[in-house]
């Protein structure tokens, strides 16, 4: 089982509380946006083999967005953060390279 800690309430939280948002840090085009971003949206995403950030939102809790950087080969999570900033903070990015040294970055 899945579990993450909210960064905006602090509960830790099992994934059947969670309702997953898909790829974090990408452009999200709507309503007049060009058939092209709009395609680039709905079907063009990032699916590694290892670490990946996505957005989540505490359906059963505070009810707000935020991000988690996790392994998809493990589940191992790296850690959460705001939904509100554009790239993830330096010190998660820094936990993530010392257990995976091979990794390429954001």
Same mark, same amino acid.
């Given at each position: 089982?899945?579990?993450?800690? &909210?960064?905006? &309430?602090?509960? +830790?939280?099992?994934?059947?509380?969670?309702?997953?948002?898909?790829? !974090? *840090?990408?452009?999200? *085009?709507?309503? =007049? !946006?060009?058939?092209?971003?709009?395609?680039?949206? @709905?079907?063009?995403?990032?699916?590694?083999? =290892?670490? *990946?950030?996505?957005?989540?939102? *505490? #359906?059963?809790? &505070?009810?707000?967005?935020?991000? #988690? !950087?996790? #392994?998809?080969?493990?589940?191992?999570?790296?850690?959460?953060?705001?939904?509100?900033?554009?790239?993830?903070?330096?010190?998660?990015?820094? +936990?993530?390279? @010392?257990?995976?040294?091979?990794?390429? =970055?954001?």
């Amino acid at each position: 089982m899945l579990l993450l800690t &909210c960064p905006n &309430c602090g509960i +830790k939280a099992d994934e059947t509380e969670l309702h997953p948002g898909g790829e !974090a *840090h990408i452009t999200r *085009h709507g309503a =007049g !946006a060009s058939d092209s971003d709009f395609e680039g949206y @709905l079907f063009h995403r990032k699916n590694p083999k =290892g670490v *990946h950030f996505e957005r989540w939102r *505490h #359906a059963m809790g &505070c009810g707000k967005w935020f991000h #988690a !950087a996790r #392994a998809t080969d493990t589940l191992e999570v790296f850690g959460t953060y705001s939904a509100q900033v554009f790239e993830p903070p330096n010190d998660l990015i820094e +936990k993530i390279k @010392l257990k995976r040294p091979d990794w390429e =970055g954001f």
